[in-house]
């Protein structure tokens, strides 16, 4: 049910990871509030830490992508801390610099419907350096570029028509946008073959923060037949799906669905990745090309455009993943700088994710043999 630490996705706008010691770090709760406070860790710690599991979702995290994951958190609730500095009424909006200069503001009405935790811990240890270290502000159900600062050094009360966040800077949109429920298929794996007769389909669904009340399959876009989940750990975190079906011999397409605690049924269905839509959000749905250049003086691969939503996906397709990884210093298997370091312009956005096959293909069937 949990992803292991180091399997877990990592989107960062920085590079290299900020290392911060515990010991001489301190987090600032100021701006619209009565009383300024600068709490040490273990005052942090001290002011009463919660486990409580949450499903992450990355905003471009494509249909059956890698980037996702949940864990059982370690953290201080926002709203104690919140509480102790006293927040003027005109305060609107949560804003939580980090230390790389990154920035992510949260309306302050959105967290009286959201759960939000200054994290200290994932997975029973202390956050990695990877992950936030020493504290990172995570609000369950809001994508992470709305709310999830890593290496958090402040939560500044202020108000939106005064400060602007990192990317409300960018032109992304103020309003905050929410986790969509989704679905996936984890097994059968795309494209396999199995033998026919009785075969288990099962994956995960996610819905935060409202919870998945059930998850529907349908096979070759036949009727939607119910399966049995697993108990919920909390209705932030993702669940456990699966059923056992006759398929006879031939190529099938499986297709799921959630429902979602309060009745709302996923309204679209579409291929896993990586044909399936990159960037799906609450507030906007969007597409992004990376176009692939050679840098004329040293003929090095760098793309000349890209952004927060296909870096590595568009680079993979393109199958330049690994000519990309030259120019990344952290790892080029899993994750690319995207620059040309000697004379390309330079990529501000860093993801750090397992690449795929370099040619995309379709990946929704299932071929069943007879086993007569």
């Known amino acids: 049910m949990f992803t292991p630490t180091a399997s877990f996705y990592e989107t960062d706008v920085t590079f290299p990871v900020p290392l911060l010691d515990a010991r001489t ?25 919660e486990e409580f599991d949450a499903t992450l979702v990355c905003v471009h995290n494509p249909v059956g992508g890698p980037r996702i994951g949940t864990a059982r958190w370690l953290g201080v609730p926002a709203s104690r801390l919140l509480e102790q500095a006293g927040v003027l009424d005109d305060a609107d909006q949560l804003l939580a610099p980090a230390v790389d200069g990154f920035t992510a503001g949260v309306p302050l009405a959105t967290l009286r419907d959201h759960r939000a935790f200054v994290v200290v811990g994932v997975n029973g240890e202390l956050l990695p350096p990877d992950h936030g270290h020493p504290a990172r502000l995570l609000v369950p159900g809001l994508y992470g570029y709305d709310a999830n600062t890593k290496w958090l050094t402040k939560l500044e009360l202020t108000r939106f028509r005064d400060v602007a966040d990192y990317w409300t800077r960018r032109g992304w949109p103020a309003d905050p946008a929410h986790v969509r429920p989704g679905a996936r298929i984890d097994t059968p794996k795309p494209r396999v073959s199995v033998l026919s007769g009785r075969a288990t389909v099962a994956g995960v669904p996610w819905a935060p923060p409202t919870g998945v009340r059930a998850v529907d399959l349908s096979i070759d876009d036949g009727p939607w037949q119910p399966t049995v989940l697993t108990r919920a750990l909390h209705s932030d975190a993702w669940r456990q799906w699966r059923i056992d079906v006759d398929l006879a011999p031939g190529a099938h397409a499986l297709a799921a669905r959630p429902r979602t605690s309060d009745d709302v049924v996923s309204p679209r269905v579409e291929p896993p990745y990586p044909n399936g839509r990159r960037v799906c959000t609450a507030s906007r749905s969007m597409r992004s090309e990376l176009r692939i250049s050679r840098c004329g003086r040293c003929e090095r691969w760098w793309p000349s455009r890209a952004n927060a939503c296909s870096l590595l996906a568009t680079a993979s397709e393109h199958g330049v993943a690994a000519a990309l990884g030259m120019h990344g210093v952290r790892d080029p298997d899993r994750g690319s700088r995207g620059s040309c370091a000697l004379h390309g312009e330079q990529s501000r956005y860093f993801s750090k994710m397992p690449t795929t096959p370099s040619r995309p293909r379709p990946s929704i069937n299932w071929r069943v043999c007879d086993a007569r």
């Open 25 to 49: 770090w301190c987090l600032e709760i100021a701006g619209l509030v009565q009383r300024p406070l600068t709490l040490q860790f273990d005052e942090l710690v001290d002011a009463g830490v």
